[in-house]
T-cell receptor
Framework: EDQVTQSPEALRLQEGESSSLNCSYT??????LFWYRQDPGKGPEFLFT???AGEEKEKERLKATLTKKESFLHITAPKPEDSATYLC???????????FGAGTRLTVKP | NAGVTQTPKFQVLKTGQSMTLQCAQD?????MSWYRQDPGMGLRLIHY???????DQGEVPNGYNVSRSTTEDFPLRLLSAAPSQTSVYFC?????????????FGSGTRLTVV
């Protein structure tokens, strides 16, 4: 069965303190790995799709990377507005389900 | 563009009542889906549709029905509400299944069953 595990569950950073969020996955044939951002009381907002090991995507202070077993979301010099829950999801080639992890709740203090 | 619109935003039901959660999108997306989100758990797929007239079950379909008569609308029906269905429900859409641009989510319906 496809599984996604995100760590840590919660992360508190000072403004400017860079760090990484981890997404470990097990899937029978990866179609794509997705990162989303979710603010309190809102729906997830799409950030990145990664398809193959070694691929990287960047957006402002965020960079997502992918290996055969995990993905990292690197946050460089974060700002308070980066505070949110970050969700990882995988999609297998042979099924319609996008399997989500439980998320990492990031808090960036000024 | 309104994107994905969900109504209502909040709802309280009594055990055994039925209701319909509405979802509409104006992006001409073929793929639509319903998820539920519970504390400490990832989003779980309830039902999905790859186009008008076509629906299928996801991971947690029991107690829910869907239909897709138009491209724009994908309502979720709770047949006989139970406390275990207390959750936040999200509707999502994309141009196609597995679209590279990810899913567009609505803002959610927070449902409490007492």
């Amino acid at each position: 069965e496809d599984q996604v595990t995100q760590s840590p569950e919660a992360l508190r950073l000072q403004e400017g303190e860079s760090s990484s969020l981890n997404c470990s996955y097990t899937v029978s044939g990866l179609r794509g790995l997705f990162w989303y951002r979710q603010d309190p009381g809102k729906g997830p907002e799409f950030l990145f799709t990664l398809y193959s090991a070694g691929e990287e995507k960047e957006k402002e202070r965020l960079k997502a990377t992918l290996t055969k077993k995990e993905s990292f979301l690197h946050i460089t010099a974060p700002k308070p507005e980066d505070s949110a829950t970050y969700l990882c999801a995988v999609q297998a080639r042979n099924n319609n389900d996008m399997r989500f992890g439980a998320g990492t709740r990031l808090t960036v203090k000024p | 563009n309104a994107g994905v619109t969900q109504t209502p935003k909040f709802q309280v039901l009594k055990t055994g009542q039925s209701m319909t959660l509405q979802c509409a999108q104006d992006m001409n997306h073929e793929y639509m889906s319903w998820y539920r989100q519970d504390p400490g758990m990832g989003l779980r797929l309830i039902h999905y549709s790859v186009g008008a007239g076509i629906t299928d079950q996801g991971e947690v379909p029991n107690g829910y029905n869907v239909s897709r008569s138009t491209t724009e609308d994908f309502p979720l029906r709770l047949l006989s509400a139970a406390p275990s269905q207390t959750s936040v429900y999200f509707c999502a859409s994309s141009y196609s299944w597995g679209g590279a641009g990810g899913y567009t989510f609505g803002s959610g319906t927070r449902l409490t069953v007492v």
